[in-house]
């Protein structure tokens, strides 16, 4: 494979679990912050992550405590933190995982193009937005690429390749091949919004809020429905409250401005309610249910 060395942009949530996964994949990895406090928070998750990885391959019989020992300690001597965007320029693919603003993607995107070397591969983890767009601000949309990973990356099995209007076919294909490498199930996705998975679970979860805005059967009910009624492993309305009331609300909004005749984008009025309140779901303790950690009530 033509991929050696991945840079990642923002050690977040998303971002620390794609380091995580391309180091153990045997990649080395330039793991890029903002700041040295988010960098710091983002390499000790992926410490924290890598110890649990290791118990459980030991605690399964799959490594002995050695051999995950130096698993361990292979995977972590793969990974650089920095600061410093000049330290992406010999990546052969660098994928941006910072917060989901266009404008700060598109700002980003053209520093990259002229940072990096011709050929990396630029990519996105959005979940949002148009991969095409942030292709044209990089200056080399046929490099650009969507690659959107699912929460938290390093269980989740998805990884779904977006082909961006200008996309090279051999780009395409060394960023699905770079996704089964790092362990995942690759789906070929064009450029719409929410490409295959939030463009059919955004509006799922917005009509189940609709049915509870209108009484139609409690947030209890709605949810065993669901979870027994169709073998999920949690309803709507408890997926809400795990992705964040604001985050959901922000997806359906841009979609609204850009697709105003898409039947399937609408924003309920109990989702803007609970967020001007404060109600972000289990992150802020509350959203339609109340949150102690995992216990809700
Ligand atoms: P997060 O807020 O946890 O992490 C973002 C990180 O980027 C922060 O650590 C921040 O310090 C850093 N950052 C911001 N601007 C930066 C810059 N210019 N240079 C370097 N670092 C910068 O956000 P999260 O949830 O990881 O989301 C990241 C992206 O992944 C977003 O585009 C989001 O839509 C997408 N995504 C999120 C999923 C989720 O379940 N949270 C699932 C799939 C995609």
Same mark, same amino acid.
């Given at each position: 494979m033509a991929i050696k060395k991945v840079g990642v942009i923002g050690c977040g949530l998303m971002g620390h679990g794609i380091v995580q996964v391309a180091a153990q994949s045997g990649f080395e990895v330039v793991a890029?912050?903002? +700041? $040295?406090?988010?960098?710091?928070?983002?390499?000790?998750?992926i410490e924290k992550s890598l110890a649990k990885f290791a118990e459980k391959a030991v605690e399964k019989g799959k490594q002995t405590e050695d051999q995950a020992k130096a698993f361990v300690e292979a995977a972590r001597g793969r990974i650089l933190g920095s600061l410093d965007k000049q330290?992406?320029?010999?990546?052969?693919?660098? @994928?941006?995982?910072?917060?989901?603003?266009?404008?700060?993607?598109?700002?980003?995107?053209?520093?990259?193009? !002229?940072i990096c070397k011709p050929e +990396? @591969?630029?990519a996105s983890n959005t979940s949002s937005f148009p991969i095409s767009e942030m292709g044209v601000a990089s200056g080399r949309p046929e490099r650009m690429v969507g690659l959107h990973f699912f929460n938290p990356v390093q269980l989740m099995r998805l990884v779904e390749v977006v082909r961006g209007e200008q996309t090279a076919e051999d780009v395409f294909a060394q960023a699905?091949?770079?996704?089964?490498?790092?362990?995942?199930?690759? &789906? *070929?996705?064009k450029d719409t919004p929410g490409f295959v998975v939030n463009r059919l679970l955004v509006p799922y979860m917005s009509q189940a809020l609709l049915m509870l805005d209108r009484g139609d059967a409690t947030k209890e009910d709605i949810?065993?429905?669901m979870q027994f009624g169709c073998g999920y492993p949690m309803g709507p309305l408890t997926l809400t409250d795990y992705v964040g009331l604001d985050t959901t609300l922000s997806i359906l909004e841009g979609w609204v401005e850009r697709y105003p005749n898409?039947?399937?984008?609408? %924003?309920? $009025? %109990?989702?803007?309610?609970? &967020?001007?309140?404060?109600?972000?779901?289990?992150? *802020?303790?509350?959203?339609?249910?109340?949150?102690?950690?995992? !216990?809700? *009530?």
């Open positions: 890029l912050e903002s +700041t $040295q406090p988010a960098l710091d928070k983002g390499l000790a998750r330290d992406l320029a010999d990546c052969d693919l660098v @994928i941006e995982a910072i917060v989901e603003d266009l404008d700060v993607k598109n700002a980003l995107f053209a520093e990259l193009g !002229k +990396t @591969i630029l699905k091949a770079f996704g089964e490498a790092v362990g995942k199930t690759p &789906v *070929s996705c949810d065993a429905a898409e039947p399937a984008f609408v %924003i309920p $009025q %109990i989702l803007k309610d609970k &967020v001007a309140a404060g109600k972000l779901g289990r992150k *802020s303790g509350e959203g339609f249910y109340k949150w102690e950690g995992d !216990k809700k *009530s």
